[in-house]
């Protein structure tokens, strides 16, 4: 069976600073998606960044990026000139595609201080 | 584009009573969706997965008779919680996908229903 893994329950980051939330993932398929997706008080799930695992480019989306290690088996999302409005718990999820399910890792708790 | 609407986005019943939260895709055709429960400070737990026009499938420990899925079009899914109680308080969030687009892959969530039976 397919697991996530976020092994950081909290992270701590101040305003304009870069911070990096780690995810790694256990699996048997050789191609699959990962997500991150982020989940501010309003507990609305938002898409944060997609990666497909048969590309070898690093998804970006403006200040979110993500190290994506296959043979690793790892997936770490960058956050960039961090804001207020980045803090939120932030989910990595891994699917087979578009017959599958997600599977969510247990989350990270990212703070933003000033 | 890809917004997913969910209503009521709060409730609260009486133990005994049955509710129903309906989750809408509103710009595109959902031909899955899926139905999640969410414990505070917990991780998304997938309660079960509904195609278009047939049956859920539940995952194991969710009780098919107490926690009723419908997907009768492509855009409208609804969870019915019968003879609710309190135990079954909880966040309720639906996602949806449309198995067909070019993202296929990705499920885009709604904003989740928040059920108190006292």
């Known amino acids: 069976a397919q697991t996530v893994t976020q092994s950081q329950p909290e992270m701590s980051v101040q305003e304009a600073e870069t911070v990096t939330l780690s995810c790694t993932y256990d699996?048997?398929?050789?191609?699959?998606?990962l997500f991150w997706y982020k989940q501010p008080p309003s507990r609305q799930m938002i898409l944060v960044i997609r990666q497909e695992a048969y590309k070898q480019q690093n998804a970006t989306e403006n200040r979110f990026s993500v190290n994506f290690q296959k043979a690793a088996k790892s997936f770490s999302l960058k956050i960039s000139d961090s804001q207020l409005g980045d803090a939120a718990m932030y989910f990595c999820?891994?699917?087979?595609?578009?017959?599958?399910?997600?599977?969510f890792g247990t989350g990270t708790r990212l703070q933003v201080t000033l | 584009g890809a917004v997913v609407s969910q209503h009521p986005s709060r409730v609260i019943c009486k133990s005994g009573t049955s509710v129903k939260i309906e989750c809408r895709s509103l710009?595109?055709?959902?031909?899955?969706m899926f139905w999640y429960r969410q414990f505070p400070k917990q991780s998304l737990m997938l309660m079960a997965t509904?195609?278009?026009?047939?049956?859920?499938?539940?995952e194991q420990g969710v009780e098919k008779d107490k926690f009723l899925i419908n997907h009768a079009s492509l855009t409208l899914s609804t969870l019915t919680v019968t003879s609710a109680h309190p135990e079954d308080s909880s966040f309720y969030i639906c996602s949806a996908r449309d198995a067909r687009g070019v993202r296929g892959d990705t499920q885009y969530f709604g904003p989740g229903t928040r059920l108190t039976v006292l």
């Open positions: 710009d595109f055709q959902a031909t899955t």
């Open positions: 699996t048997s398929e050789s191609d699959y998606y």
């Open positions: 509904s195609n278009e026009g047939s049956k859920a499938t539940y």
């Open positions: 999820a891994y699917s087979t595609g578009t017959a599958s399910k997600l599977t």
